[in-house]
Nanobody, 122 residues
Framework: QVQLVESGGGLVQAGGSLRLSCAATGNIVSINAMGWYRQAPGKQREFVAAATSGGSTNYADSVKGRFTISRDNAKNTVYLQMNSLKPEDTAVYYC????????????????WGQGTQVTVSS
């Protein structure tokens, strides 16, 4: 069984910073892409940032220049450093990972974390 456990959310004033972490545990063989999505109240879940195991990164236009995604492949962990936060960044942030695991047969499957709340006050 694979689990993604997120941490680091909270309440911060506009202009402040937060760092999210997401650790994948379980019978993991490898992880290709790991990333972050967010969902604000009344809105659909949207892509924020992603990083491949090879180091390529991709960002939503709304967070470019303010957020930085990074990975520790040895720890199966992804981070999201969020700077210059704005009230419109308020959302539940979800970690996502494409996990290859083995249970007698190899499988590749996307997993989601439980979400962590980020609230930015004006």
């Amino acid at each position: 069984q694979v689990q993604l456990v997120e941490s680091g959310g909270g309440l911060v004033q506009a202009g402040g910073s937060l760092r999210l972490s997401c650790a994948a545990t379980g019978n993991i063989v490898s992880i290709n892409a790991m990333g972050w999505y967010r969902q604000a109240p009344g809105k659909q879940r949207e892509f924020v940032a992603a990083a491949t195991s090879g180091g390529s990164t991709n960002y939503a236009d709304s967070v470019k220049g303010r957020f930085t995604i990074s990975r520790d492949n040895a720890k199966n962990t992804v981070y999201l450093q969020m700077n210059s936060l704005k009230p419109e960044d308020t959302a539940v942030y979800y970690c996502n990972a494409d996990v290859r695991y083995y249970t007698g047969i190899y499988y590749t499957k996307p997993y989601w974390g439980q979400g962590t709340q980020v609230t930015v006050s004006s």
